[in-house]
DNA sequence: TCATAGTAAAAAATCGATTTTTCTAGCATA
DNA sequence: TATGCTAGAAAAATCGATTTTTTACTATGA
């Protein structure tokens, strides 16, 4: 019945529902939703040109993922930004990245060190990049993921990202968050130096300070 | 078309797909899967008695919450029991609990105090109930709920959570996880005891060694 | 014997339509 | 004016069928 596909179809081996989790999420702490408002599945299906199916599956996973909340019968809703809830987040990413950073930096290898590198390189040239300003929170993610690794626990990296995910929501819809992009470029560079140097004491102060700095403007984008 | 349904249906106001995701969250915390099975979506819908699309919904919750793995277009699968992870989460279990329970202790006021006494009560009488195996593991869950409850930070709350489902995956896999069950209970009113009594730095211990107990009991159910 | 291509069956993923529930006005009543 | 009721519309949730992908099996040729 059907044409059989050309051989390409075979490099985005990926599921209708997992593409559209990977754009909601995106576009989640990107911030282009309102905080607080009802998502209207139906207009959803169109802007991201898929069916029902993959899209209410790929906003449950969202829903337990703590990006979204899930209302009895009634859909789907964006969370509000509360300060309360940003310093919880905060304060935990703090605690959970002092300690990862410092496992981190008495396990990382060769291997890990070089990686490391390579990631930073790919932070400092993300300006040159089409679309720098996503592509630079890009890069900036993937650096602090390979920052932490080599901590030992699967489990802890796994919150750690959870946490950051919820943290740039706020941190991405505060109107100053560009303005500290040179102060927190100069924190990267420290912190590539006190990893291969294993400076264990400096380094926890350091990451510690990263997250307050952007904590202190992600204050300006709650209203409570 | 359809005939009017009486008000009683008023009572359970929740969806299929959430009732599927709560009923297939326990039998994965119980142990019902093999470890590392594959599931056979469709041999689940006549079992849970529910529609292709809720089930899915609610499959896709599980993996976001790390009971299942999604693997890319061949369906979901139940995670293996691994010695490595195990240690994973009981370490940090610990760390968590430890930290969340001198909070609780320090923030905890009168109303908490009554209730986590409620808690403990209801537990202790867990045995006399039809079904009392299940039925004490639901009281245990809300009890240590209960006691870390006013810790003051929402999202180490779920993350105790989550950790203490996986945790209990391994622990109810174990073979002599009911022997183990009247120390637990020991503890339990020692626990309640030092919370009324504020008694911080044993409650940090005994919490502490009320996880180590039921790890060593727990590793029995890992191979590797 | 082993590797490999072809094919049928099974399973997963998706779609389109239907059912159920919630929301919104408008109307009647006190 | 405030309150409650109800039909109609809108939205959410679910179902049944279809399409796509993977898996298992078989035959073929080196």
New interface residues.
Partial sequence: MSVRQAPATALD???A?SQVYAALKRDLIRGRFVAGEKLAINHLKETYAVGL?PL???L???????LLAQE??RGFRVPALKRR?LD??A??RQQFEVQALEAALRQGDAQWEAELLAAFHRLKRADEQPDALEHWEQMHLQFHRRLLEPCG????L??IEQ?HD?FDRYRRMAPAHQDIRAQLDVQHAELVELALARGIAEARELIHAHIQLSYDVAKSACSE
Avoid: C, K, V
């Fill in positions: 081996a990926t599921t529902a199916s209410r599956e790929a449950n996973r969202l829903a337990a993922y703590g009895n019968q809830e919880d987040i304060g935990l626990s699967a489990w802890l796994r919150f946490l919820q």
